[in-house]
């Protein structure tokens, strides 16, 4: 099974990895662009065999809630630090949401 983590966080294949920057999968004219180092269903054998369902259902659902809401951090909070704890799994902060309902 890939180690996701140092595939994730690598610098020679992501500038700035810890940062989230959406833009860094679309080319200049906006269109989204292959990353080989970008595996969420992971390779070869193992494999999802429903990766294309996958993305399709993804993208319903993302579009869905933004088109729906609008998303920001609570009043008084700050964006929290990507860094979370690092054991058999990683484990991201913990960290509250708002959504509005938009007009």
């Not at 966080?9 to 662009?33: A, H, I, Q």
Request: charged residues 25%.
């Amino acid at each position: 099974m890939a180690n996701f983590w140092s595939v994730f966080m690598d610098e020679k294949n992501w500038s700035n990895p810890r940062e989230f920057r959406p833009t860094r999968f679309l080319d200049e004219d906006g269109n989204l662009k292959k990353i080989e180092a970008f595996i969420p269903f992971s390779l070869g054998k193992r494999s999802c065999p429903g990766e294309t369902v996958a993305r399709q259902e993804m993208f319903l659902v993302i579009a869905a809630l933004v088109q729906t809401f609008t998303f920001h951090v609570p009043e008084g909070e700050a964006i929290p630090d990507p860094d979370g704890s690092l054991g058999l799994l990683y484990e991201p902060p913990r960290y509250r949401v708002c959504a509005r309902p938009r007009d």
